[in-house]
């Protein structure tokens, strides 16, 4: 089983970024996904993440400015990020956790906020 993040990049203050999460077999199989972020220097923190029935939670640091879903076919799951602030740039990883199994991460992908 394999998460494969992809999205991110350089962009402005204030600007937008989409980032993927690609499953290899049905996030619905996942009881919950989620994305984490690391920035240099800093502890992982939990950004976003979505239970199998749909449900989401958000770090108060993103509340109304990121948005987490997934998409029909049921194989990807998305992070929109608006209005990014210079504090947003990190690492991102995704995750898929699984009942009976160990969390599986993916790779992360690289978001750096800067004009």
């Keep these: ?4 993040a992809s999205g991110g990049g350089l962009v402005q203050p204030g ?11 049905s996030i619905f199989s996942f009881r919950k ?3 984490y972020r690391q920035a240099p220097g800093k502890q992982r ?7 199998s029935s749909g449900g989401t939670n958000y ?11 997934r998409d029909i076919a049921g ?7 608006n209005s990014l602030k210079p ?16 969390r599986i991460w993916g790779q992360g992908t690289e978001v750096t906020v800067s004009s």
């Excluded at 923190?45 to 239970?51: G, K, N, R, S």
């Excluded at 770090?59 to 879903?69: L, N």
């Design 33 to 35: 996904m989620a994305w």
């Design 1 to 4: 089983v394999q998460l494969q």
């Design 15 to 25: 600007g937008s970024l989409r980032l993927s999460c690609a499953a290899s077999l």
């Design 75 to 81: 194989k990807t799951v998305y992070l929109q990020m």
């Design 87 to 102: 504090e947003d740039t990190a690492v991102y990883s995704c995750t898929g956790d699984r009942v009976g199994f160990l």
């Design 45 to 51: 923190e939990l950004v976003a993440d979505i239970t």
């Design 59 to 69: 770090a108060d640091s993103v509340k109304g400015r990121f948005t987490i879903s």
